[in-house]
């Protein structure tokens, strides 16, 4: 997605110190020079010229390495989806469903914080429905664990089951647009984020009533299937 440049975009983009590495050094150096100026001025507004300055070598090294900058950036787009991925999938260990909130939010807003750049590119990307779509498959791969873990715990509690996906959805885009926010501002402390994010999740969960109602003033109450409701009976989630 092409951003606007900064006032001082005009300026050159200013090049490291030049220096031997091998292969291997150089084609990491390229990664992490080409993830910053993707992340803030997107794949369309970052040229192979601008990579190659701020790295100190010449184009064709960028091409010699990556074929261009279509290569370039799906490698680093693989790269970051691997981090998260694997930081994501390491916080599922857990059995107890309070701790997998806890740790799946946590690992998110690690991963925000630690790879800020490449965080950036997987959301705001555009480049041929690469980075934008592999983190929607991220999301999606979440929600689906989020609706197998919902679904038992509502068989067990006398739940409509198949609500769970419409659950699952509501609470994975919480902690994902949360972090999103969390990512420009930077307070509170990570921790504090996450230990709300779950407190919201899970006391909601924990009082969720069987049969939600509508206040309406004129009508009364109105549960989901549009029966009239008095008080609605609540269960608790299993910790």
């Known amino acids: 997605m092409a951003v606007d440049r900064p006032a001082d975009a005009e300026k050159e983009v200013r090049a490291a110190p030049r220096t031997r590495m091998t292969g291997p050094q150089r084609r990491l150096q390229l990664i992490d020079v080409a993830r910053g100026l993707f992340a803030e001025r997107g794949f369309e507004g970052t040229s192979v010229e601008e990579i190659a300055q701020r ?110 996906p419409l659950y699952a959805q509501a609470l994975v885009g919480m902690v994902s647009v949360t972090a999103q926010w969390w990512l420009d501002v930077r307070e509170p402390a990570k921790e504090v984020v996450a230990a709300h994010l779950v407190n919201l999740c899970w006391n909601g969960l924990t009082n969720l009533e069987i049969s939600p109602a509508l206040a309406d003033a004129a009508h009364g109450l109105h549960t989901s299937d549009g029966t009239a409701s008095g008080n609605p009976e609540r269960n608790s989630v299993e910790s």
Do not use: C, W
């Open 55 to 164: 790295a100190a070598v010449s184009k064709p090294v960028v091409y010699e390495h990556f074929g261009g900058k279509e290569g370039l950036y799906a490698v680093i787009v693989d790269r970051e989806m691997e981090t998260l991925l694997e930081m994501v999938t390491l916080s599922l260990t857990t059995n107890r469903s309070r701790q997998r909130v806890e740790s799946v939010a946590l690992a998110l807003l690690t991963y925000m914080e630690d790879r800020t750049d490449g965080f950036r590119i997987l959301v705001h990307g555009s480049h041929g429905g690469g980075a934008d779509a592999k983190y929607s498959s991220l999301l999606n791969d979440a929600i689906s664990q989020v609706e197998h873990i919902l679904a038992g715990d509502f068989e067990r509690r006398g739940f409509d089951a198949g609500l769970a």
